[in-house]
């Protein structure tokens, strides 16, 4: 619990550095302290419980005005990206070395920004989450995308928001990029190349139609590829924050608000 303090600490000085005649609690109107705010948006995304069914301290209506405030000024994403770049200063290069991308289908409930049918996830409305992530699989590029477009698409724009987060890295050293066959395409290679990652792909056999032609892994390439598991460690984590695991909210930016505050809690610990 101590970290989550620490976090929360932080959230509430940056809070009302920037909103204080919002957030300052110097009229009588004001009944809720800022930090009692942030620990039951956290017990909200931790619970998944509903609206309706919420017992906490504040009123429901209040709290969700309190979420959309946050969610409309990126409070949590901002709060994210100063712990990123305090997190990316510390030995950069050893976190940095490998870099790993894939998708997860969010199942859709109440959504209705930007949700897509795909026909891989039972041809149900789903958004995609895309995460970037380096060797402790603290994520470097985050995006929500409609759940019907391609991997390999969503990959070559987040690259663009990776560099963001990597280009102090020694640059005498050629990152790992690596990804599933979903991601075996020639643009998002050479996008890799054109940032300068080294991409290391697993081979889609459906790009070949003469077998003899199918390419695999070397087995040192396997033995660096075995570290992609460390993006799909991070989509596990953030899935256990029950209202992240499905979209019950209506709004896309009030989704990727709950996954930055998320993130804030996981990258917590390294720093």
């Given at each position: ?18 909103f ?63 712990l ?12 940095l ?8 289908f ?20 789903c ?30 724009n ?21 990804a ?12 890799c ?12 056999k459906?790009?070949t ?63």
């Amino acid at each position: 619990m101590k970290k989550n303090i620490d976090i929360i600490s932080r959230i509430h000085d940056y809070v009302l550095n920037k909103f204080s005649q919002k957030y300052a609690f110097k009229t009588k109107n004001q009944k809720y302290d800022l930090k009692l705010i942030i620990n039951e948006i956290i017990y909200f995304i931790q619970s998944g419980v509903s609206y309706r069914h919420y017992r906490g301290q504040l009123n429901a209506k209040t709290l969700n005005k309190h979420i959309l405030f946050f969610s409309k000024h990126q409070i949590f994403q901002k709060i994210y990206e100063q712990l990123l770049n305090e997190y990316i200063n510390i030995k950069s290069y050893t976190k940095l070395k490998y870099q790993s991308i894939d998708t997860s289908f969010i199942m859709n409930k109440n959504g209705k920004q930007n949700i897509g049918r795909n026909k891989y996830f039972k041809n149900k409305m789903c958004y995609k989450l895309s995460f970037i992530v380096d060797i402790n699989g603290i994520p470097n590029s985050v995006s929500v995308n409609p759940g019907n477009i391609n991997d390999a698409k969503i990959g070559i724009n987040d690259i663009d928001n990776i560099i963001k987060g990597i280009k102090d890295i020694n640059t005498k050293i050629i990152p790992y990029m690596l990804a599933d066959k979903m991601y075996d395409t020639c643009e998002f290679r050479n996008k890799c190349i054109k940032h300068k990652f080294k991409p290391l792909i697993d081979y889609n056999k459906r790009n070949t139609k003469n077998n003899k032609l199918i390419k695999s892994l070397t087995p040192v390439e396997k033995k660096i590829y075995n570290k992609r598991i460390k993006v799909e460690n991070t989509f596990c984590l953030i899935k256990k924050f029950k209202r992240l695991y499905t979209i019950y909210d209506s709004y896309i930016n009030t989704y990727k608000s709950f996954i930055f505050l998320a993130l804030c809690l996981m990258i917590n610990k390294y720093i």
